[in-house]
């Protein structure tokens, strides 16, 4: 017998928690049919001498929903080692929908999470109706990776109460919830992977309104739930209300006291995105807690967090920090080269650097940290890297500063200013407790703000090799089986006989972030921050080889995740 695909000589960290160990793995069709020492030859051989072979990465938190349909590689995630990933977060989908409608959900969906409306609208066929539909469509299209995804709140509510869906004392009568619950159980029928909703007043529509549901009282969110334990599968996803006016600690207690009940009535798992803030003091460790106390009774709750501080990528690609000016706004929309050239120009630069130095001042630039080529990647918030700290020890104005940096790195400069997660000694507490899982990278969101995509790289070089804050089996683990199994794919995560060959061959020595670039690749031009990785050798989906030394072999062997 010969394989299709044999991987000789790595070290196999299997996903599941065990000891790395040196293993050959076979693979045949779309499955791993052999781990051990390979006596058969294959018609693909993929020599992994001195490199960790992994399972393909899951990432439960994504907002590629609509450039899935134009992206079949879905960058920046298939960078980063990810082979299977999760749709349809924090309420916002794009089924079910009705025809009218859809030009609304475009607009709600950029208005949340910042996807151009017309790159959505350009770029989606938008040939389906009910959330079944939706999966149907995704699934006749070549797909690099494997995608699921959970039906939103914000489209069950807005096709069963209208415009009433937005108002903040709306409850629904017996036959709108009745209506919304019909559609989550299509839905979950049709192998949709959970329910998502939104509570946070970050999320809001294009008048300024907060998207449909977040008002949503208990009974509401129960009832949506108990329709997956009747389906016996399917999570329910939030983004909570930890937020707005008032004491921090009652929102966690009365946002958990939902969470408890939802899960522990529908006997369903649920998870919820958490980070730390200095202005919330430690509410995600009463979060925790809670969320712990609540699975000894019988739930199911696991908070969600991400690897690094979550904010806004400054630079001179997209948004500056001195963008409330108005030569500096007049960059906007001209290229690099073009806005280079601006501030080579003496008399240009003379006028932005004129109105730079009125604001932001130096206490606001100490929450902005530089990162230049020359430095690599660094995301820790440390001071001596705040834009302030480098102009003082330049001896130059925090404008002057900005603006040479730009120069000499040829605009490639980026500053990082954390909004979320500001304390990595909280990320790090976070990270290693169990009960937290890994998520809220974000994927595919706020492309002109944000790039955390990369979060699996990141969790491996920063956490894992440099401050070896867990064992590389572990690392792993998070991202793998841990992930895989919560949404419901046990055949996904892991290297064993019968699993889908999903899997990564990574140089783990020389695995490296590279800096995050803009690019204008979205239909009609619109542009987004993508960002690679140096040490992804190989990357397998479903049998098939994704990339190879980095690059895309044209494969497409991707398909839908489907709820068993």
Request: aromatic content about 8%.
């Amino acid at each position: 017998m010969t394989f299709d695909l044999a991987i000789r000589n790595g070290t196999l960290v299997d996903g599941t928690g065990a000891p790395s160990r040196e293993a050959d793995i076979g693979v045949r069709g779309e499955r791993v049919v052999a781990v051990g020492e390979l006596d058969e030859t294959a018609t693909r051989e993929i020599d992994a001498d001195g490199m960790l072979v992994t399972p393909g990465f899951v990432d439960l938190h994504t907002h590629l929903d609509a450039q899935i349909h134009w992206d079949p590689l879905v960058t920046s995630s298939s960078w980063h080692g990810v082979t299977s990933l999760v749709l349809g977060n924090c309420g916002v989908t794009f089924a079910p929908v009705r025809a009218r409608d859809r030009e609304w959900l475009a607009e709600v969906m950029e208005s949340v999470e910042d996807i151009p409306a017309a790159s959505i609208q350009a770029g989606l066929p938008w040939d389906w109706e009910t959330y079944g539909e939706y999966l149907d469509s995704l699934a006749s299209r070549p797909l690099g990776v494997n995608v699921g995804g959970m039906v939103g709140h914000c489209a069950l509510r807005w096709w069963a109460m209208g415009e009433r869906s937005l108002d903040e004392d709306a409850v629904p009568t017996d036959a709108e919830l009745a209506e919304m619950c019909e559609l989550t159980d299509e839905a979950i029928g049709a192998g949709a992977l959970g329910f998502s909703t939104s509570r946070t007043l970050r999320h809001r529509v294009p008048d300024g309104r907060y998207v449909p549901g977040t008002f949503a009282q208990g009974p509401e969110l129960v009832a949506l739930a108990e329709v997956l334990g009747r389906r016996g599968r399917g999570i329910v996803e939030c983004a909570p209300r930890f937020d707005g006016e008032g004491d921090v600690m009652a929102k966690v207690d009365a946002e958990l006291a939902w969470m408890t009940e939802a899960s522990t009535r529908s006997g369903r798992p649920l998870t919820f995105n958490l980070s730390q803030t200095t202005e919330q003091g430690d509410h995600w460790r009463r979060a925790i807690a809670l969320a712990e106390d609540a699975n000894t009774r019988g739930a199911q709750i696991r908070p969600q967090s991400t690897t690094r501080g979550i904010g806004v990528l400054l630079g001179l690609w997209n948004l500056t920090p001195f963008d409330a000016h108005p030569s500096w706004r007049a960059l906007k929309g001209l290229s690099l080269d073009e806005k280079l050239a601006r501030l080579r120009d003496p008399a240009s630069r003379a006028t932005l650097l004129e109105e730079a130095e009125r604001s932001p001042g130096p206490e606001a630039c100490e929450r902005f940290f530089v990162i230049t080529p020359e430095r690599g990647v660094r995301y820790e918030p440390d001071p001596e890297w705040s834009l302030t700290a480098v102009a003082r020890r330049r001896g130059t104005s925090i404008a002057q500063t900005f603006v040479d940096l730009c120069l000499e790195t040829e605009g490639r400069v980026i500053v990082n200013w954390p909004i979320l997660n500001h304390d990595y000694g909280a990320i790090a507490d976070m990270l290693t407790n169990r009960t937290v899982i890994m998520g809220l990278a974000d994927s595919g969101a706020h492309v002109g703000q944000i790039l955390d995509a990369s979060q699996p790289t990141y969790w491996l070089t920063y956490w894992a090799r440099e401050r070896g804050l867990v064992p590389i089996e572990e690392a792993v683990r998070r991202m793998t089986s841990d992930t895989a199994e919560f949404v419901g794919l046990p055949d996904r995560g892991v290297v064993r006989v019968g699993a889908y060959a999903d899997l990564n061959v990574i140089d783990f020595d020389h695995l490296a972030l590279e800096l995050p670039e803009y690019v204008c690749d979205f239909p009609g031009g619109a542009g987004r921050f993508v960002q690679r990785a140096r040490g992804y050798e190989h990357t397998i989906v479903n049998g098939r080889e994704l990339f190879a030394q980095g690059a895309d072999t044209g494969e497409r062997a991707g398909t839908v995740l489907r709820g068993a």
